[in-house]
Nanobody, 131 residues
Framework: EVQLVQSGGGSVQAGGSLRLSCTTA????????KAWYRQAPGNECELVSS???????YYADSVKGRFTISQDYAKNTVYLQMNSLKPNDTAMYYC?????????????????????????WGQGTQVTVSS
């Protein structure tokens, strides 16, 4: 059974830090690209960061220099370290494992890739940053 189980969300004050974790099972972790997306109410899904199979990383301009993506192959886990958090980082955050490249999608969450074999989503975790 495929699982992507997220943890680490919560509420912090502006300037604080959180680390999101996404522990996976049921598929070949090494043979997938990983991404973190977020969606705030009324907004489209935003690709926050990704790490490809070759180790290349991407960060949205809004988080560059503050967020760091990493993965632990031994634990089949991908992380998102978030520092210097701002109120506009408030959103539901989702991890995803993708098999045909990292894409942008208007809605985060299961079914949004359009093809069931394109990738898998975590369950989402809320991050709330207060000013």
């Amino acid at each position: 059974e495929v699982q992507l189980v997220q943890s680490g969300g919560g509420s912090v004050q502006a300037g604080g830090s959180l680390r999101l974790s996404c522990t996976t099972a049921g598929f070949d972790f090494d043979d997938s690209d990983k991404a973190w997306y977020r969606q705030a109410p009324g907004n489209e899904c935003e690709l926050v960061s990704s790490i490809l199979r070759d180790g290349n990383t991407y960060y949205a301009d809004s988080v560059k220099g503050r967020f760091t993506i990493s993965q632990d192959y031994a634990k089949n886990t991908v992380y998102l370290q978030m520092n210097s958090l701002k109120p506009n980082d408030t959103a539901m955050y989702y991890c995803a494992a993708l098999f045909y490249g990292v894409v942008v999608t208007s809605t985060c969450g299961p079914g949004s890739f359009g093809r069931p074999d394109f990738g898998f989503w975590g369950q989402g975790t809320q991050v709330t940053v207060s000013s």
